[in-house]
């Protein structure tokens, strides 16, 4: 599953996320008293009261004692009927577990049969003992009544974690893997989409169609899923498997645009583990109001609606094709070796995420690859993650497991793994790993063991230190010249409580030579004297940046200007530039931001421009001009972008023909930046064109547009702004789009403007319910309760009507 780290946020914002380690039970894997061996439903929908009708023939086994009952996860659901071969069955159900009286006692490898007819009800799911998730409700109805005409009705599944029981009985863990076949009945106008083949699709008399889908290998039951909808289907292939992309038509052109690397992520994911796709198709849907990011259904992945992007936006980047190959790799690590308990989703989770490095590196070379690695860091140390285990045996809820340290930290781990045992052996161990354990579960014990198998080496120092501990390094680094031996002496300090054992690079920069040294650390305290030829312009340590790690040492103005110019990875270029950046007030700092405009890599050419200081008494009109020309023919959009919101810095009215050309752009991101430009030095014409633009594009670029509106005073557009409102300030990172969406919300809650309160708070109640897994519902609760009183503090003549319709909105989170 892919989280968004906007959702991650919310997580932070909503909850609290202590980790105590020490107050919590041990989890451990779901004890194994019967295996799954197949799966069979037939099932049709209440859309009206959002209920499933099902029967299923779900066949066990004992796995080795010998029972004469089984039990089985079933959330909120009616039991119509248990029967065997017909005959019924005595069962007790408690609306979370069906425990099932056999006929005889079962011995091992005896497999029995049993049928079930139900009724499933996702709206009365009430998760048990989850502080973090309160309704995981696996079967979700989107606009099952069709009273919303500007959203579809679908029909989607999300099984993870242990939500799949949620819409049939199973036994609902992750070290459960089974076949399955289902019948989907759906009014003939709807696609359907489920794991595996569709063998068949029977028209029925009543308008009705019946689809089945057949799926022979073995999986994990919270990889099934079901999909429903008015959908256009677009067809490519690997090989000659099938690989689809379920969209509404609207998207339908752009589909290929979005998903269209698809077969090249299979090929290449392929290769790196030795291990062609071993599944029969690759299908993608999108579906509305979806809980997260994406996930990833055994070859039916379902991605949420952030996938939908049009031509103005895919020409800046896909913002979706990590996620798309997170989904794809999960194919490999997750659906075919799939963690055997959610202590161990490492061996799901961090793989997918390196994935997304892995994949990155491949199509568009390490430079991109290093930056995407730097912000899964970031995200990282940014949270409250440090003392979390990557292998957590002791956490309150299962859910506190799809976290930074899973993802992120476990995806740097990888990376340093990779670093240290080489390519080859890497990748063979992945294999290895896979070939081992297929259709089968996994644990890190195992992966490291696969990785020793192929290695030679022992890896329980570095198992025992990033999965079975906590923290990175955090490294104190100081540096002793000897002029007279020409030698430097590198010292590195841990300072963090538990200790850590490593490999270092170091470069010694001397003029334009660059002499790697490869260092291994033992113990808190390490120097090594490292020789150099003429005194050294700069010392870098971790210089190939895969250390996860924090470092504190002292650099002068000189070092950062020289790495900046010399470095080559980019954490260390871009550290360099945010530090010489601070300085612009002397020549030589201004002087180096200016070259760094010419950088070969985009991504500091757009940290220059945002950082240049242009109004510094240095800045020449020759500086201004080289951004100018960015601006018009950077080749990339984004670059150009950045360009244009520097400039509008200068409310220059000479520099308004390079906005006026940027207003023509078909890049999103050049138009909202050159409407702001515009707006600082001809509000007129910026405003007259914010007016034109269609309402599909003014959505998109809606952050420039709340900036113009709001300095505008225009009312009139309160409206437009409010449906971005909760967007804005809770799914955006960027802390000056939150202040500019606070200040929005805040002025629309105390307007008189009763449609823009309406539309707030529409937007309220949808987040709340969307997110309502993270509690959001509460967050929206307790905005909507501020929104009342800010109403009454400001005594407006519609006051009573909008705070009825706040209290209207308060009630239908309250449901």
Known sequence: MKFFKAIVLLCFLTLNYSFIQAQQVYKAEREKVHNLIHTKLKVDFNFQDKEMHGEEWVTLKPHFYETDKVMLDAKAMLIHKVTMNDKPLAYNYDDFKLTIDLPRSYKRNEEFTIYIKYTARPEKVKQKGSAAITSAKGLYFINSTGLDKDKPMQIWTQGETEASSCWFPTIDAPNQKTSQEIYITVPNKYVTLSNGKLENQKKNA??????Y????????????????????????????????????????????????????????????????????????????????????????????????????????????????????????????????????????????????????????????????????????????NYDKHLVRFYYEDKEDMFDAVSYNKGGAILHMLRNYLGNEAFFEGLHTYLSDNKYGTGEAHQLRLAFEKVSGKDLNWFFNQWYFNSGHPKLDISYDYNKLRKTVTVNIIQTQANEFKFPL????????????????????????????????????????????????????????????????????????????????????????????????????????????DLINKYAKKSVIAKIQKIAMNDPKTLVQAGAIETLGKLTDPELKPVFEKGLQSKSYAVLGKSLVGMYYVDKQQAVQKSKTLPLEVKKIIATPLTRIYLEENDDDELNFIASNVMSGMFLSQNKQIQTLYKKAYDKIAKSNNSKAINNLVDDIVAKGLQYKQYNFDKVGINMLRDMVQLQKNANVPNEHQNIEIIKTGIAKLLE
């Open 206 to 211: 009543d308008g009705t169609r019946t689809d």
């Open 213 to 384: 889908w057949n799926f022979t290998q073995k999986h994990a039951p919270y990889l099934f899923f079901m999909g429903v909808g008015e959908y256009e289907v677009i067809k490519d292939t690997y090989k000659n498997i099938p690989v689809d992309y379920y969209v509404e038509k609207k998207y339908a052109p752009y589909a290929k645009d979005i998903f269209g690397n698809t077969p090249e992520m299979l090929a290449f994911f392929s290769k790196i583990t030795g291990i062609d796709y071993p599944w029969n198709k690759y299908s993608q849907i999108v579906g509305r109001d979806y809980v997260s990011g994406a996930m990833e259904n055994t070859t039916a992945v379902i991605h949420g609606e952030h996938a939908y992007q049009m031509p103005g936006q895919l020409i800046d980047e896909n913002t979706h094709e990590n996620t798309i190959a997170h989904e794809a790799f999960h194919h490999w690590f997750g659906d075919l070796v799939t963690a055997e308990s959610w202590s161990n989703l490492t061996v799901n989770e961090s793989f997918a995420n390196y994935s997304e490095y892995l994949w990155t590196e491949h199509k568009y070379g390490k430079n991109e690859a290093d930056a995407h690695l730097f912000e899964e860091v970031e995200a990282y140390k940014n949270g409250q």
């Open 505 to 612: 690079a170091i470069d010694v920069f001397e003029g334009n030579k660059k002499t790697r040294h490869h260092v291994f650390i033992e113990g808190k305290d390490a120097s090594f004297i490292l020789p150099f030829t003429t005194q050294p312009n700069l010392v870098q340590v971790n210089a190939d940046g895969v250390l996860l790690c924090d470092i504190r040492e002292n650099k002068v103005l000189s070092d950062y200007i020289y790495q900046l110019k010399h470095a080559e990875n980019f954490v260390h270029k871009r550290e360099a530039l945010l530090e010489v950046a601070k300085k612009q007030e002397e020549r030589e700092a201004f002087e180096a931001m200016a070259e760094a405009l010419d950088d070969d890599f985009y991504k500091i050419r757009m940290l220059a421009l945002e950082h240049i």
